[in-house]
């Protein structure tokens, strides 16, 4: 167990919605990262948070946004849903910015249909 | 911009030696990390190296790393049915940390 949990472990929702990936980094963590795990283009970064600020952004389209609150955790917001979204979406922890250990949490299988 | 490729799949006998490739574009990379990925997990760190090392051992796991190829290995010594996993590479030289596509590791019993 990595201490990085998320929710929900698996969605399932149509073309055109809607959904909230939530993440709770691991106890004394800052950063907050996320990454898409498709067939076709592996591991991507989306964007990273520290500290409740975005720092970095990776491949992450206009359709999606993040945030993270002041208790740490983040969520992945994911409008407009669109088959090709259809991936595994993980977050990852680590206590600072930059080049430290990271921790992922199990992710979140979504089936956009 | 920032790429790390690395072979897709990787077939060894039980207790053979396996060695998995990675090469990297960032010459200003800090860390360079090997992650494992079980089925139906997320992934979990290995080992990683600093940019000014060669090389580093860790059991049965061995690190190589070239900079002036930006080439970096991961071998696992007596490889075992627990070691199939998805093997990614990763290079991190400020925020955000690039990953490989994955090597798909097989285990032959």
């Known amino acids: 167990d990595s201490g990085v949990t998320q929710t929900p472990k698996h969605l399932i929702t149509a073309t055109g919605q809607r959904v909230t990936l939530r993440c709770s980094p691991r106890?004394?963590?800052?950063?907050v990262y996320w990454y898409q795990q498709s067939l076709d283009q592996g591991l991507q970064f989306l964007i990273q948070?520290?500290?409740?600020?975005?720092?970095a952004k990776g491949n992450i389209l206009e359709r999606f946004s993040a945030q993270q609150f002041p208790d740490l955790h983040s969520e992945l917001n994911l409008s407009s849903l669109e088959l090709g979204d259809s991936a595994l979406y993980f977050c990852?922890?680590?206590?600072?910015?930059?080049?430290?250990?990271?921790?992922f949490g199990q992710g979140t299988r979504l089936t956009v249909v | 911009g920032e790429d790390v490729e690395q072979s897709l799949f990787l077939s060894v006998r039980e207790g053979d030696s396996s060695v998995i490739n990675c090469t990297y574009t960032?010459?200003?990379?800090?860390?360079l990390y090997w992650y494992k990925q079980e089925p139906g997990a997320g992934l979990q760190l290995l080992t990683y190296?600093?940019?000014?090392?060669d090389m580093k051992q860790d059991q049965r796991l061995t690190v190589l790393l070239n900079k002036k190829d930006k080439h970096l290995s991961l071998r696992i010594a007596d490889t075992q049915t627990g070691d199939s996993a998805i093997y990614f590479c990763?290079?991190?030289?400020?925020?955000?940390?690039?990953f490989g596509a994955g090597t798909r590791l097989f285990v032959k019993a």
């Open positions: 990852a922890s680590s206590e600072d910015i930059g080049d430290t250990e990271a921790f």
């Open positions: 106890s004394g963590d800052l950063s």
């Open positions: 948070y520290y500290n409740g600020e975005e720092r």
């Open positions: 960032d010459s200003s990379s800090t860390y």
């Open positions: 190296i600093f940019s000014n090392m």
């Open positions: 990763a290079e991190s030289g400020g925020f955000k940390t690039i």
